[in-house]
């Protein structure tokens, strides 16, 4: 993934850093090295591991550096370089705070978007149980934005809010499909807010964007060479034979400006010795080629001394777009290209189950080693279900 | 070049900010700022320089930052930004170590592999005393990986042994031929090395073998009407085995690039008596499968130091021999015979004859800072674009 | 220009004065003696003690005339080649350099704090603090 949203912004920030050498900077920095094994029932890739060790996917580096400017102003830079990506630095974060008030907080730049529970922190694996929170609801939710952000904190007795208000943008290159895709998110703005009371946090939050994805008219399709070929022969068809149906499925299939809606409930019991998590997902999409999804996991953790074994149960959702309904059948006509958009749909809609069962041992102050056994099921999907054995060691310093 | 702007500004605020107290980081980083001009016997470029002159190619920052997170364990970074790669940065180091005891060390992460004699510090040119080693040798390839990498160190009265494991993986890319994005799948990688010093004399062996796989390599184009390696791999599985043999389809298989087992070795003998400086090390790489070059390396370097000043003279070579595919192919005239020719062209690609004499100074004008010239002659057999001469002149610090 | 003229003679003067070096320890050190060989594999990060005894080892900064006669003497290394040793083993997460003081009165409050510790200071420069276990030169 690579973020390439006002790169003037951040070079900014950047060039201000260094002016500011009487301010003291505070460094930290968190380290992950994950290995691990893949038993996929077809093929020898899954979920980004392989039949034989490889210490890519789950290792990550984060260095931040930090400075105080004055009482009320801060600014922080954070590098990350992710090993599934060739451990390439990237800025996911570079962004001033400026605090009105003990409660009120206000930040400009780019910032990690709090979409779910975990997104906040979501590549520090020292901050929780788990090597990486379950895919099936963070896949693809680790995503940092442009623009602004309003935090709120207060306590109410005993209990602690927290309210957070963005809205900002994003750019980022995917592959997918061996095509590079640049989804471009615009006019993202939403809201978390969540509740701390004694061992009980409530969190819920929901954003919407403005999603088109750039190159997707690349991806390869069979016998129209790719959407884009699609998009010009469903365009061809005489409005005469098949009405207008076919030319709504040609705008649909562009990917421009989609909407998305996500949303998400979830709690958190942490009672002595015992955790229970659960998180609920929910993407709504109009109009767009892309896959309704509700995603949602359950995990239980007990903790004894130095060490925790933690049991996860995960699962997604995914309902296909409807496309070709308003497309007439005309044998040998649209009858072809109607399996074809519905063969394509589908595919980006597979649902997924994941059991896993862990351990994680906090092996001295700072550091935590944590061993994962996982067993994924993808419908009908033989090359993306298998077993999965990940071990890993989380620094932070 | 953005990130170029970035890394400088990184550095800035890590100069600027180097009286402060950090958290709990040590700081260290290398410098060579590297420039020179080529003469090629044919064309303009020559080992990364050009016939005017040029700053890029052995300009390198490193910067390391570690933290001890408790009296065994130590976590450390390294990000490295090389003018021969657009100043582009990148994370040569990133582990979590382990002291087990004073002799053993256990680090996991991303390390430098200790290929050879000076793989593992290859960019700290001040540690030596070439601007870098000899490129005959020390061809630059990725070589870090993530895994699992153990040190013993220990001092015994009649030697210093250092033994060292490291078992893991990597991506890499690199662009081939024709503009082609090709990425290296290093697997199953590990290694030994044995290093043993007495007094004046340092010897070191190495052992690494690897499983490699370059995905993209089908799409290495070639002239039509195979237009690209997969190409020729199609006609070769389609040829009948009645009439070539299994041969053809065993030659497309090799032609894959993938899960290729290959060995590095190298030997190294260091002699330091007095003034003197004598290094040699010789390499071999030997491939098991696949369309890649067998090939031994060697030099042999001798230096004399008077005072703050070094020279030396330093002699390279390089052989890589061509992979022998065709010979499975039986030679039929017009059926066979332009395919077996398509097929020496792919591995003759990687085949070269190389060799290079040198002659250089080291001048040490204060403790962490070294100043260096050299002068290199290098001629590849019947490829003047690849001979000629470089002239080329380096700061190199550390702090 | 008689100053000018000085000052670039002592450019190309040998040092004139070349310093004594004492190697010592906190008065309340448990070391009594010295191997100068054991010395020498502390201060290159080859052990971490010295007989039985773990020792931490105390460095003076590069620009002091001590360091560059402990170097010489002990280590056969001149402040470059001691520079570039380390270099191997800090840029290879294979060892950290003992750490730098700037100026003998700094180490010796260094062995003060911390009888497990080595030093070195001119000899010119010991005092009831510090136990000397050996004379460089």
Request: aromatic share 12%; net charge negative.
């Amino acid at each position: 993934m690579k973020l390439m949203y006002p790169k003037k912004l951040l070079m900014g920030l950047m060039f201000f850093l260094p002016s500011i050498c009487f301010a003291e900077i505070t460094w930290n920095g968190f380290l992950s090295v994950g290995g691990g094994i893949a038993d996929a029932d077809e093929g020898d890739e899954l979920a980004g591991y392989e039949d034989v060790a490889t210490f890519q996917q789950d290792s990550v580096l984060g260095l931040q550096a930090s400075t105080d400017i004055n009482d009320h102003v801060s600014v922080t830079v954070q590098i990350l370089a992710n090993g599934a990506n060739g451990f390439d630095p990237q800025v996911t974060w570079a962004n001033v705070n400026y605090q009105f008030s003990n409660d009120l907080a206000f930040k400009l730049g780019r910032y990690q978007t709090p979409l779910y529970l975990y997104s906040d922190f979501l590549d520090v694996g020292y901050a929780y149980h788990w090597i990486s929170p379950p895919s099936e609801v963070y896949l693809g939710a680790g995503s940092t934005q442009d623009g602004i952000e309003l935090i709120y904190q207060k306590s109410f007795g005993d209990a602690y809010f927290t309210g957070q208000f963005f809205y900002g943008g994003a750019s980022e290159i995917v592959e997918s499909s061996g095509v590079d895709l640049s989804v471009d998110s615009r006019k993202r703005g939403g809201f978390a807010v969540s509740m701390v009371y004694d061992w009980l946090t409530v969190r819920a939050g929901a954003q919407s964007t403005e999603t088109s994805i750039e190159g997707y008219s690349d991806i390869a399709l069979p016998g129209v060479g790719s959407v884009g070929g699609l998009i010009a022969t469903l365009n061809s068809l005489p409005v005469g034979l098949v009405g207008t149906g076919a030319q709504n499925t040609a705008e649909i299939l562009a990917f421009q400006e989609d909407e998305f809606v996500y949303s998400s409930l979830s709690i958190k019991a942490e009672l002595g010795q015992f955790l229970v998590v659960t998180e609920f997902t929910d993407l709504a999409v109009d109009d767009s080629p892309a896959a309704e999804q509700q995603s949602w996991y359950v995990s239980g953790g007990y903790s004894f001394g130095d060490w925790m074994i933690h049991l996860t149960h995960s699962e997604t959702d995914n309902e296909a777009p409807d496309l070709t309904s308003d497309i007439p059948v005309i044998p040998t006509v649209t009858d072809g290209l109607i399996a074809l958009i519905d063969g394509f749909t589908a595919a980006t809609a597979i649902d997924q189950k994941t059991n896993s069962i862990g351990v994680r041992w906090d092996f001295t102050s700072g550091v935590a080693i944590k061993a994962e056994y996982s067993d994924i099921d993808a419908d009908n999907t033989p090359a993306s279900s298998g077993n999965l054995f990940r071990v890993a060691i989380d620094a932070v310093f | 070049m953005k990130s170029t702007k970035w890394l400088v500004s990184l550095a800035g605020v890590l100069i600027c900010s180097s009286n402060i107290a950090f958290a709990d980081f040590t700081w260290n980083g290398f410098l060579t700022v590297g420039g020179g001009i080529a003469d090629p016997d044919e064309g303009e470029t020559l080992e990364g320089y050009e016939d005017t002159f040029t700053f890029q190619e052995d300009s390198v920052l490193g910067l390391q930052a570690s933290s001890e997170l408790s009296d065994k364990v130590t976590a450390t970074v390294q990000v490295l930004a090389k003018g021969s790669r657009e100043f582009e940065p990148e994370i040569s180091w990133a582990n979590i170590s382990y002291n087990v005891n004073d002799d053993l060390m256990v680090r996991v992460g991303r390390y430098q592999m200790p290929l050879y004699l000076y793989s593992d510090y290859l960019k700290v040119s001040y540690a030596y005393h070439w601007i870098s080693p000899p490129s005959d040798v020390y061809v630059d390839v990725a070589s870090s990986q993530n895994g699992i990498n153990v040190v013993y160190d220990k001092s015994f009265s009649f030697a210093d042994v250092t033994a060292e494991f490291y078992y893991g993986s990597d991506d890499a890319d690199l662009s081939g031929t024709g503009g082609t994005d090709l990425v290296t799948e290093w697997r199953k990688q590990w290694g030994l090395v044995g290093t043993m010093a007495f007094d004046w004399v340092t010897v070191r062996l190495s052992y690494n073998p690897v499983h490699l796989t370059v995905d993209g390599y089908g799409n290495v184009p070639l002239p039509a009407p195979l237009n690209n390696i997969d190409g020729l791999r199609a006609v070769l599985n389609s040829l009948p085995v009645g009439l070539v043999g299994t041969g053809a389809s065993q030659v497309a298989d090799d032609l894959a690039y993938e899960d290729d087992k290959l060995i590095y070795g190298s030997a190294a003998l260091k002699l330091e008596p007095g003034n003197f400086l004598f290094v040699t090390e010789f390499t071999d790489l030997d491939y098991k499968s696949g369309p890649g070059a067998d090939g031994n390396t060697w030099y042999v370097s001798g230096g004399y130091r008077f005072g703050d000043w070094m020279v030396h003279l330093t002699h390279s070579e390089s052989d890589q021999d061509a992979a022998d595919l065709s010979s499975k192919i039986p030679l039929i005239p017009t059926v066979t015979d332009g395919l077996i020719a398509a097929v020496d062209g792919v591995t003759g690609f990687y085949e070269i004859e190389k060799e290079t004499d040198s002659l250089g100074v080291r001048w040490n004008f204060s403790p962490g800072v070294a100043f260096k010239a050299e002068y290199a002659d290098t001629e590849v057999t019947d490829n003047p674009s690849r001979s000629g001469k470089v002239l080329r002149f380096a700061i190199d610090a550390v702090f | 220009m008689k100053k000018l003229l000085i000052f670039i003679m002592t450019l190309f003067m040998p040092i004139a004065v070349v310093a004594e070096v004492a190697v010592v320890v906190a008065a309340s050190s448990p070391l009594s003696s010295i191997d100068l060989k054991e010395l020498e594999k502390l201060y290159l990060g080859k052990s971490k003690s010295l007989g039985d005894v773990s020792v931490s080892a105390l460095n003076q900064v590069d620009s002091s005339d001590v360091t560059t006669e402990f170097n010489r003497v002990l280590l056969n290394k001149s402040n470059s080649q001691v520079k570039a040793y380390w270099s191997k083993l800090v840029f290879t997460g294979k060892g950290t350099p003992p750490k730098e003081f700037n100026s003998d009165s700094e180490v010796i409050q260094a062995l003060k704090n911390d009888s497990s510790a080595i030093g070195y200071i001119d000899a010119g420069a010991v005092s009831g603090d510090v136990k000397v276990l050996t004379t460089l030169k």
